[in-house]
């Protein structure tokens, strides 16, 4: 029952969902729905295949194999209909750089048949949200980075989109401009429209997303809410050390047994404790002298240290 | 294999209200830039007015064309016209595409709204035949005012000069989407010039040595030329029906092998 009542409600549906490129899988029987109202988000490093799956959602790369719904509809037949009310926030912009930033969103918005008075009116109230009103009669090509990751995202919400696709959408933005597109994906939210992203941030990820996945070579490797997965995959608590530079062959051994897991970077040793105090004195006992001790809670990054063995800003 | 045929992405037909987003797109950018479509049209009327009138004083004043002798700047003229269209095609689909395509990324961005790629090529095409469009209207009007139309077919040369544009913008889409860098586009120079020089632009056909002129024949701009000589000469024979066959068979197929590449371009 609940099982039925699930698919017919996911504004995204995909079953064994595949994409290859030639001999590349570069999604691998991925399954995963994401509801009406929530916010999904993909993690994984680098070529996990987050960016295809998008493009498969966007409807601008077909699948290779398996089952997608969007919108209750097939992309491959639907790929116009579904569009037409979608946002997209590509992973690289692709603003109209022959065109001033105003127009960029008035001609984005014809593309989608709305009336030019109608597009004018949304472009004054889209630029007012993203904070880009006085640039309205600029060139693209100057903007900031972060200016020109702000105007995409207005010009992906001029057909007042039900579903949004963010492909990272804040990499490259300085904190400020990072927390002001965070508080207006929270009022789109707020609103009911459904968002999908991909990050390589934690705490984006946290802060936006009801539920994630964790996509790992081509896989889903782990899905859930942030808070599920921490609890799922790490301890409640973590001890950091750091050790002088070439100390660490002389550690081999030495942290047994003190904790549930330890994982070595090339900067520092985790050990994932549930009580992070008592490993420490535990690391003391050992005669072990580290340059720095850190006790803290588990993170989403330690969730995705564990499941795809690579810590996530590389 | 039906299943994997269902699969298919369907071939999705260009809808002109679509395509016409596209244009309008451009207009806007055009407008800004007016100088660049008047330089368009100043480009052959020079020609004309160097060639047509200064090297006709010195061949003296007429070439025979079927048996009749017609002035020589009435001769060169609708050869003008059809290199015209041919140069405003080529330049808006091969230079100004290809930027869009590879440095714009406007294609990319557009291709994520309910346009396709169908309506993206036809989009594009119809932008190149606007702006021919009134090229040929300009350059009918000018030579009207010199007296260089010779019957009233010549009404329909503007049409004709379309059908040209559309051919030749066609032609150009497909080509630029098989160039990788700006230097492949010396190559499209290298075609164009000589197809400009040698289509029976500047002397009648009839001057080369027989194999020649077969191999001129097999040319499109050579079938623009013959088709607006015969409109605003007003020697109609059946050649012209075999010119409008050609432009628009070579024109609808550059226009699939267009849509086909950018599939595969854009839509990995
Ligand atoms: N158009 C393409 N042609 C060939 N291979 C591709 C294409 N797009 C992606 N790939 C390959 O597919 C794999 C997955 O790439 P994808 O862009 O989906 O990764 P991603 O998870 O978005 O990575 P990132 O975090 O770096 O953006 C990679 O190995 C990539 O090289
Ligand atoms: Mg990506």
């Not at chain 1, 995959?233 to 002088?244: G, M, N």
């Not at chain 2, 987003?21 to 020609?47: C, D, K, M, Q």
């Not at chain 2, 090297?55 to 015209?84: C, D, E, H, K, Q």
Request: some cysteine; aromatic content about 8%; proline content about 5%.
């Amino acid at each position: 029952m609940a099982a039925s009542a699930t698919r017919a409600d996911a504004l995204v549906h995909a079953r064994g969902l595949t994409k290859r490129f030639d001999k590349l899988v570069a999604v691998d029987a991925i399954d995963f729905d994401v509801q009406r109202g929530e916010a999904f988000g993909f993690l994984g490093p680098n070529g996990a295949g987050k960016t295809s799956t998008m493009r498969m959602i966007g409807c601008v790369s077909s699948p290779s194999g398996g089952e997608l719904r969007v919108l209750g509809l097939d992309p491959v037949i639907d790929g116009p209909r579904i569009r037409a009310r979608l946002g997209v926030v590509p992973q690289a912009d692709t603003l109209d750089m022959e065109l001033r930033v105003d127009e960029n969103l008035l001609t984005y918005a014809r593309y989608f048949d709305i009336p030019r008075d109608v597009a004018r009116a949304r472009t004054q109230e889209l630029l007012e949200f993203v904070q880009l009103k006085d640039r309205a009669k600029d060139e693209v090509e100057p903007l900031s980075g972060g200016m020109k990751r702000r105007l995409t995202i207005a010009r992906a919400l001029v057909n007042e989109p039900g579903l949004l696709l963010l492909d990272e959408p804040t990499t490259g933005l300085d904190p400020q401009a990072r927390h002001l597109v965070w508080d207006r994906l929270y009022r789109l939210k707020q609103q009911g429209v459904t968002i999908v992203l991909t990050t390589h941030y934690m705490d984006e990820a946290e802060q936006l997303c009801d539920r994630l996945v964790v996509m790992d070579k081509a896989k889903i490797v782990a899905s859930g809410s942030p808070r599920s997965l921490i609890d799922q995959y790490s301890t409640r608590e973590v001890l950091e050390l750091r050790f002088p530079i070439d100390a660490a062959p002389a550690l081999d051994g030495k942290l047994d047994g003190i904790a549930e897991r330890v994982e070595v970077l090339p900067d520092r040793v985790l050990l994932y404790a549930h009580d992070g105090e008592a490993a420490a004195s535990a690391v003391h006992q050992r005669g072990l002298r580290p340059e720095s001790t850190l006790v803290r809670r588990s993170t989403l990054e330690d969730v995705f240290l564990r499941l795809t063995g690579r810590s996530l800003i590389e | 294999m039906i299943a994997v045929l269902a699969r298919r992405r369907p071939v999705q037909l260009p809808a002109a209200g679509r395509a016409a987003h596209l244009v309008e797109r451009n207009a806007i950018l055009y407008r800004r830039e007016w100088t660049l479509i008047v330089s368009g049209f100043f480009e052959p009327l020079l020609y004309l007015l160097a060639i047509g009138y200064g090297v006709g004083a010195l061949v003296g004043s007429a070439v025979t064309l079927n048996g009749r002798a017609i002035p020589y700047a009435a001769f060169v003229a609708p050869a003008m016209m059809a290199s015209s269209a041919m140069n405003g095609a080529i330049y808006e689909t091969a230079f100004n595409f290809f930027y869009k395509l590879k440095y714009v990324k406007l294609y990319d961005a557009i291709l994520a709204t309910p346009l396709g790629v169908a309506d993206v090529a036809l989009g594009e095409v119809t932008w190149a035949l606007i702006r021919g469009t009134l090229y040929a209207l300009g350059f009918i009007v000018v030579m009207a005012a010199l007296g260089l139309i010779l019957s009233p077919w010549a009404i329909l040369a503007v049409p004709a000069s379309m059908l040209i544009g559309f051919t030749f913008a066609a032609v150009g889409t497909a080509a630029s989407t098989f160039v990788r860098t700006w230097q492949d586009f010396d190559l499209v120079l290298i075609v164009m010039i000589p197809l400009f020089l040698f289509s029976a632009t500047f002397y009648p056909i009839t001057l080369y040595p027989g194999p020649l002129q077969v191999f001129i024949q097999l040319t499109p701009l050579y079938h623009g030329v013959d088709l607006l000589r015969s409109l605003t000469t007003g020697s109609i024979g059946p050649s012209i029906l075999f010119d409008l066959l050609y432009l628009v068979v070579l024109g609808s197929a550059a226009l699939l092998v267009a849509g086909a590449r950018l599939e595969r371009l854009l839509l990995k």
